[in-house]
């Protein structure tokens, strides 16, 4: 089965719903999931960085298996750093969200062209 491009793995409809696509983004919601679940990055996922917050989650996945060994370590090190620098970088990132082109724009009444 193949799935188009743009529609995600739930569809057209659901993709949208799931990552509320086209509505724009809360700097609050955007620092409680940081807070929550930094180490995994659903405030990146939450934010349209799809592929850092896959990597993020990965990274503390692995070191989570790894920790016994002491190799996780480095891992938790690393996103431990990458979520810290998202603290800063949040307000931009919902910035730049905020005035993507496909990001929900207020509403206007229609103008009349004047002839």
Request: glycine share 14%; aromatic share 6%.
């Amino acid at each position: 089965m193949a799935v188009q491009k743009g529609t995600g793995l739930f569809g057209p409809v659901l993709g949208r719903l799931a990552l509320g696509e086209g509505r724009p983004r809360s700097m609050g919601l955007a620092y409680l999931l940081w807070f929550g679940c930094g180490l995994f990055g659903l405030h990146r996922l939450y934010l349209g960085h799809r592929v850092s917050a896959a990597a993020m989650a990965a990274i503390t996945l692995v070191s989570l298996a790894l920790a016994q060994s002491g190799l996780g370590l480095l891992g938790f090190a690393a996103t431990g750093a990458w979520a810290l620098a998202d603290l800063l970088l949040i307000p931009e990132m919902v910035r730049d969200c905020n005035e993507a082109p496909g990001a929900a724009a207020p509403k206007q009444a229609p103008t009349a062209a004047v002839a």
